[in-house]
């Protein structure tokens, strides 16, 4: 598994190498000491794992994680409480605090070697660059921070230059226009319904027609969405109906 470590205190990534010393399947593709050079190496190396400081020159961790497209799983290393901690309970493989504990690495290594981590949390990349469309997402939306599986969003509204994101009972909101997303979704999953939304073509539990060629679309746990009736020559085309 390829693991690129970010921190800017040498002496940390030092002995951070030094424990994962004891993980031949771990393989330390680079290390950089601040924003930008993590930028450049994590979409140079598409790692599959980041080892990633909090507190750093420059900006913070989770300003990387909004400027890159390939976002791996990330462990969190940092030398702070769990005021920083808090905001990824339920998002972060795994948070250790410094100095690191081997034991702790141990546990967060054993998350990111388990099948369901490998299943369940997919790597991004830009179209372009490989046969893979982005899966995964990291959301800052004012003080909460999400990391989404877009999988799991059955609905995506634009809203002026933003998108809406209807996943499970959350509705982070993404800081780039539909459009830019939509380049870079799978057209398998995901469906251009009209002018303002995709939908998630899973989460599709029934559809009905409408007046004017229109199609009326209901959604598994979400709302009714409307497909346009250009979009719904194309969705009958693509859905064989």
Not at 68 to 88: G, N, S
């Amino acid at each position: 598994m390829k693991a690129l470590i970010v921190d800017d205190e040498p002496l940390a990534r030092r002995e951070l190498r030094r424990l994962l010393a004891d993980f031949d399947w771990i393989e330390i593709v680079g290390e950089a000491g601040n924003i930008n050079e993590a930028q450049k190496a994590a979409e140079e190396l598409t790692p599959e794992l980041l080892f990633l400081d909090i507190q750093m020159p420059g900006g913070s961790g989770f300003d990387l994680l909004t400027r890159i497209e390939h976002v791996p799983r990330v462990i969190f290393t940092t030398a702070y409480d769990h005021h920083a901690v808090q905001a990824f309970e339920v998002n972060a493989l795994d948070y250790l605090l410094k100095p690191i504990e081997p034991e702790r690495l141990a546990a967060a290594l054993s998350r990111a070697r388990a099948p369901s981590a490998s299943s369940s949390v997919a790597t991004s990349r830009v179209i372009g660059q490989g046969s893979a469309f982005v899966e995964r997402l990291f959301i800052r939306d004012g003080s909460r921070c999400w990391f989404v599986p877009l999988r799991e969003v059955c609905l995506m509204v634009a809203e002026g230059n933003y998108v809406r994101l209807h996943w499970n009972d959350a509705r982070p909101l993404l800081a780039r226009p539909l459009s830019s997303l939509e380049e870079r979704l799978d057209p398998q999953r995901y469906f251009r319904a009209n002018r303002r939304q995709i939908v998630n073509l899973e989460f599709i539990e029934s559809v009905e027609m409408g007046n004017g060629g229109l199609l009326h679309a209901q959604l598994r746990g979400g709302p009714e969405v409307e497909i346009s009736r250009r979009q719904a020559r194309l969705f009958r085309a693509q859905m064989s109906v």
